[in-house]
């Protein structure tokens, strides 16, 4: 009932147990990452602020600043 064919006795091939996705492919039909909708967001920020600094002539900045350290306590 279970056993396998003749000459067949062998590691099972990865292609059974390993599911190869793309780059925007959904995972497991949950939906996309919320990290792809935070970058999503953080572009539509960045256009508006850039189209704000062009109508006032002024330079802004767009890269996201890393978080600063805590600052020491005794």
């Not at 600094?53 to 802004?60: P, Y």
Request: proline fraction near 5%; include cysteine.
């Amino acid at each position: 009932m279970f056993s396998r064919p003749f000459k067949k006795h062998r590691l099972v091939p990865l292609a059974t147990h390993i599911q190869i996705y793309k780059k925007h492919d959904v995972c497991r039909h949950r939906g996309h990452s919320k990290g792809r909708d935070n970058s999503l967001t953080h572009m539509k920020e960045n256009d508006q602020k850039k189209k704000k600094a062009k109508e006032k002539g002024t330079w802004v900045q767009l890269k996201g600043q890393p978080a600063l350290p805590r600052e020491a306590h005794l």
